[in-house]
């Protein structure tokens, strides 16, 4: 059996023959660390300063107001839309990308409740998983208690049982923050719309981390995030998508001058544009778009490699072999790997629960330059999470078999119980 266990030699040899393996030099890796938490802030893409610096000095700098037209500010949104519409199978002009998940989210579901109330009004519940990321959880809270629907909260076993005919909304997210599950979006959305269900699809651990194709799966809206796998940076604008079914029949509740047919007549009523631009709001971080412009040129260039066809291959191996390794190597130390085996079932992370010191060993593998995170449990069902990402944008396989390595010296040497790994931070 331990003769099966992939050597470092030979986690070499699969990154000298891995195919996507130049695109690692689209981004800046610091030196020494081994960055495992690309699914909650991607890396620094190596183009990205100069052109932030660029938008800084000559488009604000020089040409100022002008801008706004000659430097395609006002457009922005819509056409780093369309480059995150190519990884989540929208069309060009569907998606923007603007504001942060929270309020994208807060759009689209009072979109979807608005649509429910005229087409079947008896329909006043929103099904959410109760392990779903609290922002969407709290969101989805608020806008039940102004409309007057029920939010309910299920296990994900339980997601197709609660699927009744008094429900209006399905909201979840695609890829489980906590554990790294994924859902069949095609499966379940055809389970929802059975019942009349509209389904709300949250991608920020799928943007760019697994293929999707809302048009294959019938979704009917999605939001997501454009600072984790699409490395926009610290606070990126998020996007969203409305089936275009959907979009022009009600206007969002921010409706804003943005979203208005013709923003520049400034008339004192709102006329809302056709299609997805309607879903901005106001005046969108145009340095912060530029950022994320950037982020996404990455995919771009794996486009000629394989696109994200070839990226899931390369994240399925590189979570295969973590599990692979944690499996054979820390069998002793009292890890639970809590990601689906299932390659179909599995998003682009590996969790591992531990009933003890989850926290403190991520804080000494931090401090041996391997950066993963930690998810506080419920302190029942849910148990504390040690989670590691792999973007198979830039991780290699050796750096997977490192990870590991390192894990086994935090265990073995105990140092993980030192004081110091204990002391808690305010962003964890
Ligand atoms: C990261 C994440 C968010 C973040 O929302 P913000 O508005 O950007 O803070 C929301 N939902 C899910 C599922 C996430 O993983």
């Known amino acids: 059996m331990s003769s099966l266990v992939p050597s470092l030699q030979d986690c070499e040899v699969l990154d000298l023959n891995d195919p996507l393996r130049s695109l690692r030099q689209h981004f800046e890796l610091p030196q020494g660390v081994i960055y495992l938490d690309g699914n909650s802030l991607g890396v620094l893409p190596r183009a990205t300063a100069a052109r932030v610096a ?13 801008s706004w037209n000659t430097a395609g500010w006002f457009k922005l949104p819509q056409q780093v839309g369309d480059k995150i519409g190519r990884l989540i199978g929208a069309q060009q002009g569907e998606v923007v990308a603007a504001d942060s998940t929270s309020i994208n989210l807060y759009k689209v579901l009072a979109a979807a409740l608005n649509i429910a ?30 409309r007057g629907f029920t939010l309910q909260l299920v296990e994900a076993e339980g997601i197709a049982e609660a699927l009744q005919d008094d429900v209006a909304v399905l909201m979840l997210t695609h890829v489980n923050y906590r554990t790294g599950a994924m859902h069949d979006m095609a499966a379940v959305s055809a389970l929802a719309h059975v019942r009349g269900i509209l389904t709300v699809w949250d991608l920020a651990h799928s943007a760019g981390a697994v293929p999707v194709d809302l048009h294959g799966a019938k979704a009917d ?18 996007f969203v998508w409305v089936h275009p ?12 001058w943005w979203g208005h047919a013709a923003p520049f007549e400034f008339t004192p009523d709102y006329r809302p544009a056709k299609g997805i631009a309607r879903y901005q709001c106001g005046t969108q971080p ?30 399925l191996t590189l979570t295969g072999l973590f599990m692979q390794l944690v499996r054979a190597r820390l069998h002793a130390h009292g890890f639970d790997i809590v990601t689906p085996n299932q390659e179909s079932l599995r998003g682009s ?11 403190a060993i991520v804080q000494a593998l931090i401090a041996r330059g391997v950066i993963g995170d930690f998810r506080a449990g419920d302190g029942g069902q849910h148990p504390d999470i040690l989670r590691f990402g792999f973007t198979p944008l830039y991780i290699g396989y050796a750096d997977v078999w490192l990870a590991v390595e390192q894990l086994c010296q935090v265990m073995d040497s105990g140092e993980w ?11 964890t």
């Not at 412009?293 to 696109?307: P, R, Y």
């Open 54 to 66: 660029q938008a800084v000095t000559h488009e604000w700098g020089h040409d100022l107001i002008k």
């Open 117 to 146: 109330a005229a087409d079947a009004p008896h329909k006043k519940i929103i099904v959410s998983e109760r392990s779903n990321f609290p922002t969407d959880l709290y969101i989805a809270e608020a806008l039940c208690k102004e």
């Open 221 to 238: 809206f999605a939001v997501g995030c454009g600072y984790k796998y699409l490395n926009g940076g610290p606070g990126a604008p998020a």
């Open 245 to 256: 079914r959907h979009t022009d029949r009600f206007w969002q509740p921010l409706a804003g």
């Open 286 to 315: 145009i340095l912060s778009l530029t950022a994320l412009d950037c982020g996404l040129d990455a995919f771009l260039a794996a486009e000629s490699l394989g696109g994200m066809a070839a990226l899931r291959r390369k994240s």
């Open 349 to 359: 992370q590996v969790s591992l629960a531990r009933a003890e010191g989850a926290y």
């Open 417 to 427: 119980r030192e004081a110091r790994f204990a002391l808690k931070n305010e962003v």
